[in-house]
Nanobody, 127 residues
Framework: QVHLVVSGGGLVQPGGSLRLSCAAS????????MSWVRENSRKGLEWLAS????????TYSDSARGRFTVSRDNAKNTVYLHMDNLEFSDTAVYFC????????????????????WGQGTRVTVSS
């Protein structure tokens, strides 16, 4: 079965940076588009970024573009989200997911938590 273990969250000051990691197992990772989604009480679930199987294509939401970078290391079955210049509004629980279809990459699916998502890691941006 699919296992996605997310780590790297924590408390960070405004303007700071974090790198989130998602270690995957139980499915053909190298052929899977991987995505990052966050959830907070104000906005609910918000898709942020995706990377295709071989890492040659990435796509970002307006919120993420220019500040966040998604990448992957298929030798380690791991996908990353590097976040720069964090703001108060970035406070959320961050998930990685293996079943999200990003805009423009295929037939849309509902953005719903499933067993194909990790457990999430909390990022708190505070002074």
């Amino acid at each position: 079965q699919v296992h996605l273990v997310v780590s790297g969250g924590g408390l960070v000051q405004p303007g700071g940076s974090l790198r989130l990691s998602c270690a995957a197992s139980g499915f053909p990772f190298s052929s899977a588009t991987m995505s990052w989604v966050r959830e907070n009480s104000r906005k609910g679930l918000e898709w942020l970024a995706s990377v295709n199987g071989d890492g040659s294509r990435t796509t970002y939401s307006d919120s993420a573009r220019g500040r966040f970078t998604v990448s992957r290391d298929n030798a380690k079955n791991t996908v990353y989200l590097h976040m720069d210049n964090l703001e108060f509004s970035d406070t959320a629980v961050y998930f990685c997911a293996s079943d999200v279809v990003p805009p423009g990459w295929g037939k849309p699916r509902a953005l719903i938590k499933s067993d194909y998502w990790g457990q999430g890691t909390r990022v708190t941006v505070s002074s």
